[in-house]
């Protein structure tokens, strides 16, 4: 998987989530902004393939469509996609790594502009 970067359609800030070291038991969560750099509006959608110990979704404080196909963005507009951490005791110790994927497509062909990858990782500490 590619993060096409021409014409360039997304991007993200921060372009990764990194959760570093956190306490087993706890839950924390971050976020970043995906935004539509390009000129033109896309319908947008956001998803992830995380390991046990995150969540993704509808996840306060998110605002990206990740149900139902995803939700025309114009030109210039953003939303903040929100990820859980809650490291457990059995994947102490282990590096958690997971994607999250914004996807651009166009609102009329439906065909897909851009596939933009954003990797999250975590360490869950006794």
Request: with cysteine; glycine share 14%.
């Amino acid at each position: 998987v590619s993060e096409a970067r021409s014409p360039g359609y997304l991007a993200a800030r921060p372009s990764s989530i990194d959760f570093g070291r956190k306490h087993v038991g706890g839950e924390y969560y971050k976020r970043t902004k995906i935004i539509n750099v390009s000129d033109r509006d896309v319908r947008l959608l956001v998803y992830a393939g995380l390991p046990d110990d995150f969540g993704f979704g509808l996840m306060p404080g998110s605002t990206c469509p990740v149900l139902d196909g995803g939700a025309v963005v114009g030109s210039g507009a953003s939303c903040y996609a929100v990820v859980r951490f809650a490291p457990t005791e059995f994947f102490a110790g282990w590096l958690a790594e997971g994607e999250m994927w914004a996807d651009s497509y166009d609102p009329v062909t439906g065909e897909l502009l851009e596939h933009y990858l954003i990797p999250v990782t975590g360490t869950g500490v006794l």
